[in-house]
């Protein structure tokens, strides 16, 4: 997936964020105080997506035009090419278990590339695109769990790999959006990982946390476990299913049911509710002003069961993968986990600790993009700033092939040592 980067010279980095409800665009450089800055933005309302996939192509490129060109504007510089998140194409994880021989002798970096080119030819197929291939551990004959293999001596070398995968044709028509944008798909990140980079502090990848990234038309989840992501998954409900839940029980446009989601929407009843009324336009009527008066009870009525139906197929998700020590701590992040109560409703429900995550340590984000929407958009951009900090030698001049299978396990090695 990965294509030449254009950071070398400049130290310019920019991620589109193509999501089901909107685009978003930044455009940063790492500081000399080593704090990733955000020079651009642009966002735009999504056309085209459903789902976290393109099914209108022209209304997407539009979208995505927009919002470059809004970041474009505000960073006074030019985009050529961008980290892009997938959520299409169904991503998921897969684990593979690879043994190579060493024969008695001390494993050095060769081998430990060895074992992984070995997993790379494992993962060849045509139908689905690997999006990332992530060493999650290192066994020396029968020492498992060992992070680092190299200097230490046995027979065999195996490696577990973590291996995200998306249908081909959903990633190619990424690809050819942001192509017929002029933008160059430098690398492609699956949203939960990326929003989990911008939300998660160090030490909660490292003793265990889940993220669940709520957004438009998706609910995905990035789980990790000693620092290296250990699953992925999504599915396909998100807040917009919550807003046409309301149009239709309340009987009102879906611009008004997003308008008294957002001022009155909750997951939490609380006292008080049956007394307060909310003023709906009634469907068809809005000319004519005419309104029903509901309680705020009825609201939660509606509001919660989706809630409750989303976090209860991320709880069966989570433990049918035997994410216990991952889900010790839950971080919601994403436009709809702002919806007032979601905390209160997703501890007892996950049975776990739960926060709200927005970006953190970014510089030069303004307050209206520092939100839970943007955590995907900044954590490609950290991504970005990590691939280049791990391969400054990855400049425009180098062509992907030339790189070779080594200097792109050559990536992976140092994300992940
Ligand atoms: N203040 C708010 N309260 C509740 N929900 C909100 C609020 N603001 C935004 N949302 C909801 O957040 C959702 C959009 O979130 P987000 O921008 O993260 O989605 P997306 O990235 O475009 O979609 P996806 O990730 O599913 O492809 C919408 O359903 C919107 O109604
Ligand atoms: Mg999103």
Known sequence: MDKALNIGRTGLISAIDIGSSKVCCFVGRTGSDGRLKVLGLGHQAAKGMRAGAIVDM????TSVLAAIHGAETMAGETIHEAFVNVSAGQPVSGALNVEIPVAGNEVSRLDVERVLEEGRHR???TDRTVLHFIPVGYRVDAQAGVRDPRGMYGETLGADIHVVTAGAGAVRNLTTCLNACQV???????SP???ALATLVEDEMELGATLIDMGGGTTSIAAFINGAM??????????NHVTNDIALGLSTPVSQAERIKALYGTVAAGPGDDELQ?????LGEEDSGAINQIPRSLLVGIVRPRLEETFELV???LESHGLGAAARRIVLTGGASQLQGMKQLAEPMLDRQVRIGRPVNFAGL?????GPAFSVTAGLLKYAAQRHAAEPGWVNAVSSASRGMFGRFGGWLRENF
Do not use: H, L
């Not at 022209?58 to 490129?61: P, S």
């Not at 160059?184 to 699956?190: D, G, I, K, P, Y």
């Not at 303004?366 to 520092?370: I, L, S």
């Open 315 to 317: 709880r069966e998700r």
């Open 366 to 370: 303004a307050q209206a993009a520092c």
């Open 184 to 190: 160059e798909v430098s690398s492609m990140v699956v």
């Open 193 to 195: 990982y990326a929003a």
């Open 278 to 282: 909310i003023d709906v336009p009634i």
């Open 58 to 61: 022209e209304a997407v490129r």
């Open 123 to 125: 993962t060849a197929g």
């Open 230 to 239: 250990v699953y992925t998954d999504a599915i396909p409900v998100g807040g």
